[in-house]
Each structure stands twice: as C-alpha cells, then as structure tokens.
C-alpha cells in the first residue's frame, strides 16, 4: 500500500523547517530594513523553495543514516529531535523510496531556483548552489562532513545561504545587513544540530560517524554552546556597531535567557536523558526566539 500525504510530510521532519522558514524572515527583514523589498508574494515563493530544499536534506539524511545503520542502531534517541524520523526503520517507507523522495524534492528546488535567478539575478546561483551542496553533502558519501567533524559549519554555510538568498531575491544584490545577520543567526542553527548529537553519540560512535561530541566526547557540550552563541553575540554587535545592523536587533538578546536555562541544565549532567529532554527544545526554542526577535529589530529599524 501506498504510504499516505501524510507520511511524506512526516518524513520531511516538518518541524525542524522551523528554522527555515525564520532564515527566510530574517533575510526578508533585512530588505525591509534597507528599503529595497520588492514584494511578498515572492519571499512567499523563496519561503517555498527554501522548505523544499531543506526537507530534501531531512529526507535524505534519513536515507544515508539508514543506509549506515546508525538510526537502526539508536535506542538513545530523544524522539522527536533525534535519531531521525524512523520512517524506514518501522517498515513506513523503504529506502529506495525515501532515496527517490529526497531526490525528487531536490529536483524541485533546482527547477525553482532557476526561476528565481531569472527573476533576482546571477548572484543568487552562487547562493544557491552552496546552500544546496552544504544539504547534500552533510550526509551524502563521499564527503558525508557530518561524519567528519564539520557538521556545525556545514550547517552554519547552509542557512547562512538561506538568509543571503532570501534578502537577495528582493533586492537583487549582496548586502551587509544580511550577511551580518546571517552570521548572527546561523550560530544558533548550528548550536541546535550540535546538541543533538548528544543523545546520538553511541550510534554515530559504531558506524564511523564522527561529530565533534563523538570525537572530543560530551564534556564539551556547554563550553561548544558557549562559543557558538558568543560568535553570535559577536556579529551581532558589530553588526549594530558599524550601522549595519539596527539598535532595535539587539532584541535578540532576549533569546539568552531561555538559552542559560539549557545551558545551566547541561552543565550538570550533559548526558542525562532529563536534563536533555529538557535542553534540547530550550535549545530550538532559543534559537527561533533569537531568529524571530533579530527580524523584528531589523522590520522595526526600517
């Protein structure tokens, strides 16, 4: 029988596009900042665009790490937040067709995206073309970064592209206020893959994938949060500081506070299922307050 609509979307990982379609916000708030927006029927097609391309990257993440055998092997998993959506691994979908959706979705984007550089400008190739590659090979052999180390900065390129892209589809240039956002936004993004791999370190250890807490172990998890949200912090203020960024982006900063809640209850135990029960949505929440408040400054300041 045919999975149902409802299955594909699940395997999409619906909620984890949150932090796209905030990517998208910021980078449209930053042409509304500018002055130089064009319309919001289009940011509502890069919206679009930008969810299909990082619901082909879920997919095929699920694929690659079934094809690994690390999700069949994760019974540490905090459902939903990791260990994938278990589609493949409950007999839903097989790989093969979540090989062929991931693919398909990806297709998609690409046909999208040519529209959308006809309609923005050659620049956004470029853009396109990284944040697309920076999915891809997250998982995907040969490179398969994620395996390597390289996991958090992979992640970090990607919706740095994400929010570049958005605001330059509006104004067909490349500008300093999103790349100052971006570069404050994307260390939280980042910052929520990284704590993930927590409760996935055993599984990751036995099929070779090595991300940072797998290589340097999980003591380091509040001292790698630590710094992520300090590079944030850090283009966030020179952003505000050499008038690329408004005053009003400095809401952000509220996004700390349920930031040091997740942080206080790792610092005591990193590996406890409690504590990270807890630390995990704290964490995605903080990272969507941030995002949501950086675009309310910069819509504000325009």
Not at 115 to 129: D, F, H, K, V, Y
Request: net charge neutral.
């Amino acid at each position: 029988m045919n999975p149902g609509l409802g299955i594909w979307i699940a395997a999409t990982r619906p909620a984890f596009l949150s932090v796209t379609l905030v990517g998208v916000l910021i980078g449209t708030a930053c042409a509304v900042y500018d002055q130089t927006y064009r319309s919001w029927p289009l940011a509502l097609v890069t919206l679009g665009f930008a969810l299909l391309a990082h619901a082909s990257a879920n997919v095929l993440n699920d694929y690659y790490d079934a094809r690994s055998g690390c999700d069949a092997l994760n019974e540490e998993r905090i459902a939903p937040f990791t260990g994938g959506s278990r589609l493949i691994q409950n007999g839903t979908l097989t790989e093969r067709g979540t090989r062929n959706y991931g693919y398909l979705l990806l297709a998609l984007v690409i046909v999208g995206g040519v529209w959308l550089i006809w309609q923005s400008g050659p620049w956004l190739l470029g853009i396109g073309l990284m944040g697309l590659f920076c999915g891809w090979a997250y998982s995907a052999p040969p490179l398969k970064l994620q395996s390597r180390g390289l996991g958090e900065i992979t992640i970090a390129l990607a919706w740095f592209a994400v929010v570049v892209g958005s605001d330059y589809v509006q104004t067909c240039s490349l500008n300093v206020t999103s790349m100052y956002a971006g570069l404050a936004y994307t260390p939280w993004v980042a910052n929520v893959l990284f704590v993930n791999q927590v409760p996935d370190r055993t599984a990751d250890a036995a099929v070779g994938k090595h991300t940072l807490i797998v290589r340097w172990t999980p003591s380091i998890t509040v001292w790698g949060c630590l710094l992520l949200y300090g590079i944030s912090f850090t283009f966030l203020a020179i952003g505000i500081d050499q008038d690329g960024l408004p005053v009003w982006s400095g809401l952000a900063l509220v996004a700390a506070i349920p930031a040091s809640f997740a942080l206080a209850r790792l610092h005591l135990n990193p590996v406890n299922r409690q504590a990270l029960e807890f630390a995990i949505p704290m964490t995605i929440l903080s990272c969507l307050l941030f995002g949501i408040l950086l675009a309310v400054g910069l819509i504000i300041g325009g």
